[in-house]
């Protein structure tokens, strides 16, 4: 980085005053996010505190090529948000205002460092809430949810981040400040909302969310049912699909999983089951009770080993907490684990399973798996300890494994936490070096400069040959002409 | 359902146009023809339609996977025949639509504000870009976050990324039940009268025509019955919802403007021949004005979608138009797309 360093500090202090961290100490608070296995800390840390501060950072970054990296939470567990040695880390912590309800409309207008949990305290008193609820709520910010493109127990039902977000107010790299999407239902020229979705702070800095805000439902309820085997407890989430009922959440946790949770939070868990699933249906009441029925018969016919029906707010916040805890949970069981994040067709589920715990006795690594069953969204827990020689590795190794493995039966490496740091190699595995350098174009046509958050998410082919996993499609490789990129 | 895949074929034609920069016009069977500016006389059509047929489609996976050409009729029957559906109502002009449109388009029809649009739908493409490659993005899986979203950036950019050879869409279960109904109510009792029902779960379309709230029901028989006893009104014919869908409904208009507007906006409230989508979409049939000076201080945005070519003002877009930075971005997608230019030029905004 050929910067006169004291200037430009200088200049970014113009901007934001004394909102700016150069000391080390300070500045190794934000040297990793939830990926605590990579740590990098930053050059510096600016907070800003308004839109113009953030457009005039943008501008001295771009113009400097310096890279920017935009920070949420640091909930992330993928890397999107580790720092960049070069670079100028961007919190939006102090972007921390609801900045309007609109009751008629259903939409909450909200600053980017709002937590998600906040936005759905803030319209409890209308009846309101909003639906994508990632067990992470309580600390993750709306922005990064964006930037991740989120989901939650809920989104079978309700969607993803990119199906309950109207609007976007964006910084681009060169300071330009832009909505894409509207209130209304639709809006003109390409959906530059979606692309935004996911992008992991790749493609712009949000600085503002306008979110859709549902109505409560009049009722609902959570059906807990143990399993005698992993494969019994996956037929039933197919067969509850094959109904026609659309559950609100559908969830399944392996017996690692199961004990974890219930040693930590006390949910009511039966630890002697294999599989866990956990169903919570919602709507009218006098839809409720039908579909009950209905779920119930599928459960017996899968054999499932007891069945418990929470209705109160306080017994499906219980049963819910133990799932939602799950990931501290296991966290408890060894010094380090490794949060992975495939997705595959339902169908694959009890094979996946399988392999996966084959996998775990060859590399001698304990794993629990808790995953969103209903949309096929894996999260293996793999447990090690960055302490002994090798374990880290060997982790990294095991999930490298799960997710081709993924990719094998027709799912992909990411399906909510994002490619980051963490999976940017499995990338070359799922994506031939076409379809990346199709990626590489729209980053470009969003950051001619590649200056936001460089090194992640999508790898340069040149990455890719070293890592040598090129994407092989139907026995051969589609592009095996490297020279034009 | 006839199936063939022409992939190597569709490639060969796109890598020859982009060989001789010359520009193609992607059709399926040219149901939308009229949506979106005419090409420019003698581009080359680049026909799709025979490109069809369904590659996978299980109904527990919730998921199908179909070639561009493939009516979306017959999707549609397919979907039915296992108590399935396309959930976001795509309009199925002169019954022959095909999906490849259904995507580019990205039109949905009246179920989509409690349902979805389209593109919340996409899972995946197949496409070519303008490079001449066959690329995929996305998949068959419910959630995936590996890559930009390519798929639903496709969607709705009316062929001008590149070509769709297939689509994968998430499917939802029928509903078990399902009326319509007409209520009358005056064009000023609308909004505050829809406002009462937003937490009543089974609505699956409301649109208000010439002094009737028009309500769709969806849901189990007994959600229905206790919904209704909400809302009274008569039961109507369903057949109004396709009618809309397929603007059939205005097929004496010359100019006919749809508004896409937050519902509670009070823009041509009066003026709206037909206020669809709960409010937010409104149908302006020969205002004798350019509604787009009206809109300036409001969210939304105004597409002519029926017009007279002759007395169309020379220059004037069709689509919204954008501001600077955001059709910037376009034009610099479309160049990292579509280098040479070749696909459907000019047809969503003149500049690109
Ligand atoms: C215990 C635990 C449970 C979790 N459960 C879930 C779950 O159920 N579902 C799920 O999907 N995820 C889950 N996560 C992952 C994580 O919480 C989400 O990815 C979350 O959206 C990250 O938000 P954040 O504010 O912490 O973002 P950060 O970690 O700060 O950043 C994430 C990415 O977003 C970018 N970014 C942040 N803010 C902006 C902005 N304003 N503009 C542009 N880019 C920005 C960053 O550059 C980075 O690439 C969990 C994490 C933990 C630790």
Known sequence: MDVDRQGFIRELREICGDNIITDRPRLRVYETDGLTAKRQVPWVVVLPSNISEVQQIARLCDSHRVPLVARGAGTGLSGGATPHAEGVLLSLARFNRILSVDSENMLAKVEPGVTNLAISEHVEHLGLYYAPDPSSQIACSIGGNVAENSGGVHCLKYGLTVHNVRKLKLVSPQGDLYEVGSEAFDSAGYDLLAVLHGSEGMLGIVVEVTVKLLAKPEAVCVVMSGFASVESAATAVGDIIATGILPAGLEMMDKPAIQAAEAFVHAGYPTDAEALLLCELDGIEAELQSQLDILQAVLQKNNALDISVAHSDADRARLWMGRKSAFPAVGRLAPDYFCMDGTIPRKQLARVLGEISELSREFGLPVANVFHAGDGNLHPLILYDANLEGDLEKAEQFGAKILELCIEVGGTITGEHGVGLEKIDQMCVQFSPAELAVFHGVKAAFDPNLILNPGKAVPTLHRCAEFGAMHVHAGQDKFPDLERF | ?352
């Open chain 2, 1 to 352: 359902m006839t199936s063939r895949d022409m992939t190597t074929l569709l490639l060969e034609q796109v890598q020859k146009a982009t060989a001789h920069n010359m520009p193609v016009t992607i059709e399926g069977q040219g149901s939308k023809r009229f949506y979106g500016h005419t090409a420019a006389e003698n581009t080359a059509c680049l026909q799709i339609s025979g490109h069809s047929g369904v590659i996978e489609y299980e109904p527990g996976e919730l998921v199908i996977r179909v070639r561009a050409g493939t009516p979306l009729a017959d999707v549609n029957q397919l979907l039915s025949s296992n108590r399935q559906m396309l959930a976001f109502e795509p309009p199925d002009f002169e019954n022959r639509s095909t999906m490849g449109g259904v995507i580019a388009s990205g039109l949905s029809g009246p179920r989509r504000p409690y349902a979805g649009s389209a593109r919340d739908f996409v899972l995946g493409v197949r496409m070519i870009t303008g490079h001449g490659e066959v690329l995929e993005f996305g998949g068959q899986v419910m959630k995936n976050v590996a890559g930009y979203d390519v798929s639903r950036l496709v969607t709705g950019s009316l062929g001008t990324l590149g070509l769709i050879l297939d689509v994968s869409l998430k499917v939802l279960p029928e509903p078990e039940a399902e009326v319509t109904l007409g209520l009358p109510i005056a064009r000023q009792e609308l909004q505050s009268r829809l406002r009462s029902m937003q937490d009543m779960f089974p609505l699956s379309a409301a649109a208000h025509q010439d002094g009737v709230l028009y309500l769709r029901l969806s849901g189990s028989e007994a959600a229905i019955q206790s919904a209704r006893q909400k809302t009274g009104g008569e039961e109507t014919d369903s057949g109004f919802w396709q009618k809309l869908n397929t603007l059939a409904c205005f097929s004496s208009a010359k100019e006919l403007w749809r508004i896409s507007v937050a519902p509670a906006s009070q823009i041509f409230l009066k003026e709206a021949e037909v206020i669809d989508w709960g409010g937010g979409l409104r149908w302006l049939v020969d205002p004798g004005f350019d509604p787009r000076e009206q809109l300036a201080g409001e969210d939304g945005h105004a597409t002519l979608v029926k017009y007279a070519e002759a007395k169309l003002p020379a220059g004037v877009e069709l689509f919204h138009p954008l501001p600077p930075h955001v059709l910037n971005l376009h034009q610099r997608l479309k160049q990292q797309f579509d280098p040479a230019g070749v696909f459907n030029p000019g047809r969503m905004y003149r500049a690109f």
